[in-house]
C-alpha cells in the first residue's frame, strides 16, 4: 500500500507545512520519549491548516499543563486480567492489541499506554483466549489499541481466528480510525478476512471522525464496500473544543456520517485524561450542544451523548448524568 503524501512526524517536516503558534513549537521543546508522540497521518498532512484538524493531530504545550484529570480514568489497570485484556463489563472485554496509530490524536485517552508500550504478542493472543473461554459470561470483544489496523492482515486474522475458536459466538467489534486517517488500509485481502468473521457471528467496525474535514471520496469508496459485505459500521465521535463544538459542525458531521453509510453512534464528552483539558468541553456545553443538533437531526443521525464514569463505573447518558446530579 501506498500513501499520496507522507506521515508528519518532526517538527522540521511539520514546520514546512504550517506557521507553528508559540505554544506549538514550545510542545516539542518539552516533550521526552515518555510522551504521547508526535504523528500526523499522511490523509491530513495537508489539511493542517484546518483548525478542526490540526488541534486533534498538532501538539500543543498545553498537554503539560497542571490539571486535577489523571492518567488512567477507566481505571484499566485495575481491570486488566491478562495482558492487555481488560475485563471491566460483565459480558465485553478490551483487546488492547498495539500501541501503535497511523496518527496520534492528542485527546487519545490511553495516551499512557499509546505509541511507548511493549507490542502484544501472538503468546498474549492466546493468553487472552483462554481467558475468554474460561470466562462463558463474556460475549463481545473489542478489538482496539492502538489502531488495529497498524497490524498486519495474517496477525489479525490469526487473532480472529484464536478468539472464535475459543467462542465461536463471540461478537467482535473491530475498532479503527482508519476509515478516517487512512482508508486505503482497506485492502481486498483484509476485507475478505473481515467478510470471513463475519459469516458466523458478527463483526462490527466501530470508527472515529470528529470532523466533516475529515471525509474524502476514498472513505465514501471504502464504506460501501464494508457495508455491501453486510458489516455495520458505528460513530463514535469525542467532543473537542474547536472542532466539533458548535451546531453547525456538528450537524455537519452527523449528515456526512449516515451519507457514508455509518451510523453517528455516541457522542462522548471526553475522558478526564491528563494532558486533553484544554481540548475538552465542559459537560455543561456539551449538553447544551445536544439540546441544539436534536431539532437539526433525524433520529437515525442522532448520537447518543455520553460520559465514561470515572474509576471503571461505565457509561452514562448525559442527561441522565445531569438529572442524577440535579436530584
Known amino acids: 500500500?501506498?500513501?499520496?503524501?507522507?506521515?508528519?512526524?518532526?517538527?522540521?517536516?511539520?514546520?514546512?507545512?504550517?506557521?507553528?503558534?508559540?505554544?506549538?513549537?514550545?510542545?516539542?521543546?518539552?516533550?521526552?520519549?515518555?510522551?504521547?508522540?508526535?504523528?500526523?497521518?499522511?490523509?491530513?498532512?495537508?489539511?493542517?491548516?484546518?483548525?478542526?484538524?490540526?488541534?486533534?493531530?498538532?501538539?500543543?504545550?498545553?498537554?503539560?499543563?497542571?490539571?486535577?484529570?489523571?492518567?488512567?480514568?477507566?481505571?484499566?489497570?485495575?481491570?486488566?486480567?491478562?495482558?492487555?485484556?481488560?475485563?471491566?463489563?460483565?459480558?465485553?472485554?478490551?483487546?488492547?492489541?498495539?500501541?501503535?496509530?497511523?496518527?496520534?490524536?492528542?485527546?487519545?485517552?490511553?495516551?499512557?499506554?499509546?505509541?511507548?508500550?511493549?507490542?502484544?504478542?501472538?503468546?498474549?493472543?492466546?493468553?487472552?483466549?483462554?481467558?475468554?473461554?474460561?470466562?462463558?459470561?463474556?460475549?463481545?470483544?473489542?478489538?482496539?489499541?492502538?489502531?488495529?489496523?497498524?497490524?498486519?492482515?495474517?496477525?489479525?486474522?490469526?487473532?480472529?481466528?484464536?478468539?472464535r475458536e475459543a467462542s465461536p459466538n463471540l461478537i467482535i467489534r473491530l475498532c479503527t480510525r482508519c476509515l478516517s486517517v487512512y482508508p486505503e488500509r482497506f485492502d481486498d485481502e483484509l476485507l475478505s478476512i473481515m467478510s470471513q468473521y463475519n459469516e458466523n457471528a458478527p463483526l462490527f467496525l466501530l470508527t472515529q471522525f470528529n470532523s466533516r474535514h475529515e471525509f474524502s471520496e476514498e472513505t465514501s469508496k471504502i464504506a460501501k464496500k464494508i457495508t455491501r459485505l453486510g458489516i455495520a459500521i458505528f460513530n463514535q465521535s469525542v467532543l473537542l473544543r474547536g472542532v466539533n463544538d458548535t451546531k453547525d459542525e456538528f450537524v455537519a458531521l452527523c449528515h456526512l456520517l449516515l451519507q457514508n453509510r455509518i451510523k453517528p453512534y455516541y457522542a462522548f464528552q471526553g475522558d478526564d485524561v491528563k494532558g486533553t483539558e484544554h481540548l475538552i468541553i465542559t459537560i455543561d456545553e456539551a449538553l447544551k450542544l445536544e439540546d441544539e443538533v436534536r431539532d437539526e437531526l433525524s433520529g437515525l443521525e442522532m448520537p447518543t451523548f455520553m460520559k465514561d464514569r470515572d474509576n471503571g463505573r461505565g457509561k452514562i447518558p448525559l442527561i441522565a448524568l445531569k438529572a442524577s446530579k440535579n436530584a
Open 1 to 163: 500500500m501506498s500513501n499520496k503524501t507522507p506521515s508528519v512526524s518532526t517538527l522540521e517536516q511539520l514546520e514546512k507545512l504550517i506557521d507553528l503558534k508559540s505554544e506549538e513549537r514550545a510542545w516539542f521543546e518539552r516533550a521526552t520519549d515518555r510522551d504521547l508522540s508526535f504523528l500526523v497521518p499522511p490523509q491530513f498532512s495537508n489539511k493542517l491548516d484546518v483548525d478542526a484538524i490540526r488541534r486533534q493531530f498538532v501538539p500543543n504545550v498545553h498537554e503539560f499543563d497542571e490539571s486535577s484529570f489523571t492518567d488512567d480514568p477507566q481505571n484499566e489497570h485495575k481491570f486488566t486480567v491478562s495482558p492487555f485484556l481488560v475485563h471491566r463489563y460483565k459480558n465485553r472485554v478490551a483487546l488492547t492489541i498495539t500501541d501503535k496509530c497511523f496518527g496520534y490524536c492528542r485527546h487519545c485517552f490511553r495516551r499512557r499506554f499509546t505509541s511507548n508500550s511493549a507490542p502484544c504478542t501472538k503468546s498474549d493472543i492466546e493468553r487472552a483466549s483462554a481467558y475468554i473461554k474460561s470466562h462463558s459470561e463474556i460475549e463481545e470483544i473489542l478489538i482496539t489499541g492502538g489502531d488495529p489496523l497498524t497490524l498486519s492482515n495474517g496477525f489479525l486474522k490469526e487473532t480472529f481466528r484464536v478468539l
